[in-house]
């Protein structure tokens, strides 16, 4: 999905209204988005039974963000250092195929992601809450955090939500690419343009 339009739509102006203009550029030159899972889609919490992981908790506000990055033209991934069918469930819902599951070096999977999908390290964005994440983190060319990351991850940053993981910061950083690439806009005044089947 493209947008002509020559103006900012009211909800693009209000998501950039306190973003630095440097941070927005980096935003606006994203192709590829890639989530770090837990601390950042979930609250961090692992749930077990006797048999092992059990569940983890995700939120609708971040799924529906994820949609929208999709539905807007973005590309999507999930790096995760664990390894389960709960994040591979939860990908095929939200129709995310790029999934990477156990993964010890992020910063070569974000390099990895890039060539696959044909985009440049500074047309990639990452988003991460702890030390296994800063290869990447360094690497990408936006890189985001949420609010309860530890400090000395969140100055790594260019952008860090307001939100904690799990609560919505994920949602924070897909609306900021889509206002930041003018894309924001069109799905506030043509809501169906989220396609069928879409689920949060």
């Not at 129709?95 to 992020?106: F, S, T």
């Amino acid at each position: 999905m493209t947008t002509s339009r020559s103006s900012t739509h009211p909800a693009e102006a209000l998501v950039l209204a306190r973003i630095a203009p440097a941070v927005r550029e980096r935003a606006a030159a994203v192709r590829l988005m890639v989530f770090d899972v837990d601390g950042v889609l979930t609250d961090g919490s692992l749930y077990y039974s006797e048999s092992g992981e059990l569940f983890k908790r995700f939120h609708a506000l971040d799924g529906h963000g994820l949609r929208l990055l999709l539905e807007g033209g973005l590309k999507v991934a999930l790096v995760t250092g664990r390894s389960g069918p709960i994040v591979d469930r939860r990908a095929a819902e939200l129709g995310i195929a790029e999934v990477m599951q156990g993964v010890r070096d992020k910063g070569a999977a974000l390099a990895e992601l890039a060539q696959r999908n044909g985009v440049e390290l500074n047309q990639t964005g990452y988003m991460g809450d702890d030390i296994i994440d800063l290869p990447a983190l360094q690497r990408a060319g936006f890189a985001a955090s949420v609010a309860n990351a530890p400090g000395y991850i969140a100055q790594a940053a260019h952008w860090v939500a307001s939100q904690p993981g799990g609560s919505g910061a994920v949602r924070e950083c897909c609306d900021l690419l889509l206002a930041a690439q003018g894309r924001l806009g069109a799905f506030m005044m043509a809501p169906g343009l989220l396609g069928p089947g879409a689920i949060q």
